[in-house]
Every structure is written in structure tokens, then in C-alpha cells.
């Protein structure tokens, strides 16, 4: 078996921390071929600490290399690098988001299906033993009822520190006291806002509102992973029934309705301070609860916790699980090296990155900002409501 020949695009802390040491670790599968990124620091770096000596600050002139397939991990829209590596012939591996709005995502997937190669999204958590355990455990539920996701999303540099993370140096964000409150969330908007293409998140959207174009992005760039989470155990919801969204939109809440009269709140909030990351999907059925704590994406090897309830005759159980210490990012290139050979659709396909996205879309389109007037009719998840 030959390896794939990969080029890297994106050098960054995503590729630094888990990417390129487990494409490494995989080399019977992956010879990293080339690397492209914006930054000469990380870059030059890179290249000769994984001994690659095709380097490119263009990513398109990546693409004319003499490669197997690409791995876009470089931050903002991959859309128009995705259709590019596809009509070059090259299969794809994209991070999150794969692209900002329906109609890319549909234009990368209409280039996918011209080149017949794969083409897959980097949706990590679906390849979590831990999460596949609880999403088994929940199958078994019976009459499940209720639902309640919640991820407090903490400030990721406590988490990578201890990572030899190569980059050109960047100027510090002031001094002083770190910011609270309007103070905290206003500067995270801007930050978003000036740096992010505002044509698309209008586009997906229909608004020009700071903080739903700010809760949008959040979206898209992280709870992108939750959602997913939420339909590989229940399927595609059937209506977004409520969303709000505060704090300048690095806060936000929405009611999710699924088949079988099954209701989910789900909630992301922004709250950078404390270590502790905290992400926890409850499942709530009549016989039993399922609860999935997943760790920082950022831990290598930190088990997903899986927290059973049940009765035994008369007496509770309540059980922790412990499934694996593999690593979700290498069972998702070892996906994604298979889906090359054999040709078979990936687990976390463009497709069904779609069907997220016109959640996250219907989401937002629902927030009272963005809404003809508060208390709006619940809006149904697919594509003739969420719009384009």
C-alpha cells in the first residue's frame, strides 16, 4: 500500500497540535508532501521539523504539486480552496466551517461529485469512542423526552501552551485588567466583525445585525461540532421552535424539536477565564439518562466521559464509562485514508455538513434580532425556509 501524498494547507495551531503529528505517526498511510501557509515563521518551521521542502505562502500553487489529496486546515471560508483541489483532481479533507453559507456548500459539493474523489469535513467528534458509546446508549432509551446540550466555551490558550506551537511573533491586546462584561464581548465582536467576510454572514443570515452576524459566525466556526453531535444521535431536527442570542452574540440559545416529539435547548456560551472547558449533551428518556462530558478538542488522549442512569430492580445505577483513550483526530484520518481506497462516503460528508448548516442558518434567522417581530413562528429546518 503506497501512501498518500498530502499537502498541508494551513500550519497552524489545529495542524501543529494534532494533524501533522498523527499524518507522522500514520506514515505507512500519509507522506506529507507539501505545506502551505500565510505565515514564513510556521512555515519554515514546519517544513523542516516534519523534513517537507515544497513550501508554499500561495495556497493555490500547492495544488499544481504532484499530490494525492490536500488537507485544508487553515482558517476562514475553504470553499474556494475545496473546489479548486477538486477540479485539480485531488480528494479533500476540510476543517470546519467547510464553507459560510448553503449555496458554497452546494457548489463544493456539486465539484465533488464532478471529480468523483472525496471529499469529507474534519468533524473530529463523530469519531470520539466516547461519543459513540453514549450515541448507542441513547438509541436504547426508551420514550426519550428531553434534551439539554450546553458547551461554556473556555479560552483555548490555557489548553495549547504546552504545545511547541511555531508563529510569527503577534503584538499583545493591551495591558491591564483582563475585560468583563460589554467591555469582554464588544471586543470579541470586533474582532469577528473585522476580520470576517460580512458579505457572506449576511448572506446566510438576511441581517446586517452586529450581534446576529457575530452569533452566526460562533455558529459556524464552533457549535458546528455540537449540532453535528446532536444529529448523529437523533437525527436531522424537524424545526428550529426558538433561538435567542445575548451578549453581543457570544451567548445564544435555541430549542431544537426532533421526530418523535423529542425537545432539545441547546446553549453556547462564551465564558473565557476559567480552565475548564465544559461540554455536556444530556439525553433524558423515562428509563434512563445518558450524559456525554466531552474534554478540551485540545487534550490528546483525554477520554469522553459517558454517565449512564438506570434502575436496577428498585435500586438506581448510575454508571461512568470510561470507553477509550484513542484519539478522535487519528480515527478520523484513518476515515478518511479509507474512504480514499475504497471509494465508500465518509462518515462526515459535505452533505451532511449541509444538513448542520441549515440548522445553524435557521438558528440564527430566528434569533428576535433577526425576526420580523419576537415571537415568531418556530421555523421548520430545511431549504425552503432557511433561504439562501
Keep these: 500500500m503506497e501512501p498518500l501524498r498530502v499537502g498541508v494547507i494551513g500550519c497552524g495551531a489545529i495542524a501543529q497540535m494534532m494533524h501533522l503529528p498523527f499524518l507522522r505517526e500514520l506514515d505507512d498511510r500519509f507522506q506529507i508532501a507539501a505545506l502551505s501557509d500565510i505565515d514564513p515563521v ?34 476562514g471560508d475553504h470553499a474556494p480552496l475545496a473546489i479548486a483541489a477538486l477540479e485539480h483532481g485531488l480528494h479533500v479533507l476540510a476543517e470546519k466551517p467547510l464553507a459560510y453559507t448553503l449555496r458554497e456548500t452546494d457548489e463544493v459539493i456539486a465539484a465533488a461529485k464532478r471529480s468523483g474523489k472525496t471529499l469529507m469535513v474534519a468533524m473530529m467528534k463523530q469519531y470520539d469512542p466516547g461519543y459513540e458509546r453514549g450515541v448507542e446508549l441513547v438509541k436504547e432509551l426508551r420514550d426519550l423526552r428531553y434534551v439539554n446540550a450546553t458547551t461554556l466555551e473556555a479560552d483555548g490558550a490555557p489548553y495549547t501552551t504546552h504545545y511547541p506551537i511555531a508563529r510569527s511573533s503577534r503584538p499583545r491586546r493591551g495591558g ?22 460580512r458579505n457572506l454572514l449576511r448572506e446566510a443570515t438576511g441581517s446586517d ?24 444521535a437523533l437525527g436531522q431536527p424537524d424545526a428550529v421552535v426558538a433561538a435567542n442570542l ?19 435547548t441547546y446553549t453556547w456560551t462564551m465564558i473565557p477565564y476559567l480552565r475548564n472547558y465544559a461540554e455536556t449533551f444530556s439525553f433524558y428518556g423515562s428509563d434512563g439518562r445518558v450524559h456525554i462530558t466531552f474534554p478540551s478538542p485540545y487534550l490528546k488522549h483525554f477520554p469522553t466521559y459517558v454517565d449512564v442512569e438506570r434502575m436496577n430492580g428498585n435500586e438506581l445505577e448510575q454508571t461512568r464509562l470510561t470507553v477509550s483513550y484513542e484519539e478522535a483526530f487519528k480515527r478520523e484520518l484513518l476515515e ?20 448542520d448548516l441549515e440548522v445553524l442558518t435557521a438558528i440564527a ?9 419576537a415571537g415568531a413562528e418556530e421555523t421548520e429546518v430545511d431549504e425552503a425556509t432557511v433561504g439562501q
Design 246 to 264: 445575548w451578549a453581543g452574540g457570544t451567548s445564544f440559545t435555541a430549542v431544537l424539536a426532533y421526530p418523535h416529539d423529542v425537545r432539545a
Design 176 to 197: 491591564g485588567e483582563r475585560p468583563y462584561g460589554p467591555d469582554l464581548f464588544n471586543g470579541v465582536q470586533q474582532g469577528i466583525l473585522g476580520s470576517e467576510p
Design 365 to 373: 434567522r430566528a434569533f428576535p434580532a433577526n425576526a420580523e417581530m
Design 336 to 355: 478518511f485514508d479509507d474512504c480514499v481506497r475504497t471509494g465508500r462516503t465518509p462518515r462526515t460528508s459535505a452533505e451532511g455538513f449541509r444538513q
Design 42 to 75: 510556521a512555515l519554515a518551521d514546519v517544513g523542516r521539523r516534519y523534513g517537507v521542502d515544497r513550501l508554499f505562502s500561495d495556497a493555490y500553487a500547492l495544488l499544481d504539486e504532484p499530490l494525492d489529496a490536500v488537507f485544508i486546515l487553515s482558517s
Design 209 to 232: 445585525d452586529p450581534d446576529v452576524l457575530t452569533a452566526y459566525f460562533l455558529l459556524i466556526a464552533s457549535s458546528i461540532h455540537d449540532i453535528c453531535a446532536l444529529h448523529g
